[in-house]
């Protein structure tokens, strides 16, 4: 059993920038391809960004290229989605997924992943 912990949502202004992240538990986590999601209220939850076990790939959805930056501490056994140039549409709550089973490419997809946090909300002001 793999526990996840968000923590660093909040408050910001359009333009701003807020890093979140998520610890996991265990000692395997090292081994565990990590992705972010997001939803909005009345949306399904969607792909955000995923990161493979040593951090050698990622990969973004379209709405946050250039923008959000996924990146891994395997000695903290965290994930962080540092986030910038913020947009009122990227107000939701974030959740981060573990997927256990070993994967050469960043997993986009919700039904890849195994384990999942209790998100942590980003709301973004005008």
């Known amino acids: 059993q793999v526990q996840l912990v968000e923590s660093g949502g909040g408050l910001v202004q359009s333009g701003g920038s807020l890093r979140v992240s998520c610890v996991a538990s265990g000692r395997a986590f090292s081994t565990y391809a990590m992705g972010w999601f997001r939803q909005r209220p009345g949306e399904e939850r969607e792909f955000v960004a995923a990161i493979t076990w040593n951090g050698g790939q990622t990969s973004y959805a379209d709405s946050v290229k250039g923008r959000f930056t996924i990146s891994r501490d395997n000695d903290k056994g965290t994930v962080y989605l540092q986030m910038t140039s913020l947009k009122r549409e990227d107000t939701a709550v974030y959740y981060c997924?573990?997927?256990?089973?070993?994967?050469?490419?960043?997993?986009?997809?919700?039904?890849?992943?195994?384990?999942w946090g209790q998100g942590t909300q980003v709301t973004v002001s005008s």
């Open positions: 997924a573990a997927e256990t089973r070993p994967r050469i490419r960043p997993p986009l997809s919700r039904g890849d992943y195994d384990y």
